[in-house]
């Protein structure tokens, strides 16, 4: 509920064709992003990626279990916790049908940016780049 745009349920079997992934205003403390939680366990691929389709100028989220984001001054956020964040970063989409679909028919996209992050790891939402902490690390 933190984002302006927020999942509010959607199977994630039928995830991937128009109207699958219900969605609903939030109360908008974090405009940039549409967030999606128990990403891993529960298959929510289809289900963030169609939400990224109808909201292009929005970055999608996927927190697995025991995973979260601080955010930062600057718009920065960093990952904690034992698990993971999907990113998907739909600004440079060369292909998105979502919008001349009728309602339940299957979407495509193409040159979706996805990135795996990992405690420690942070993200500039407003520059859309990553930081990912060194091989060497004492948290890898």
């Not at 199977?11 to 219900?22: I, P, R």
């Not at 366990?41 to 929005?58: C, D, H, S």
Request: hydrophobic share 40%; glycine share 10%.
């Amino acid at each position: 509920c933190m984002s302006t745009e927020m999942i509010t349920g959607g199977s994630s079997k039928e995830s991937f064709f128009k109207g699958a992934v219900g969605m609903s205003k939030g109360m908008e403390f974090i405009p940039e992003l549409i967030i999606d939680s128990h990403f891993i366990t529960r298959g929510r691929f289809g289900r963030l990626a169609e939400a990224v389709a109808a909201f292009p100028n929005l970055l999608g989220v996927g927190l697995a279990e025991d995973t979260g984001m601080v955010i930062k001054e600057c718009n920065t956020f960093e990952v904690i916790g034992s698990g993971m964040v999907l990113l998907f970063d739909p600004s440079k989409l060369k292909h998105n049908n979502q919008k001349i679909l009728a309602q339940g028919e299957p979407m495509s996209l193409s040159n979706l940016k996805t990135h795996v992050l990992s405690n420690g790891d942070r993200f500039n939402i407003r520059k859309r780049k990553i930081k990912v902490l060194p091989l060497d690390s004492p948290f890898v």
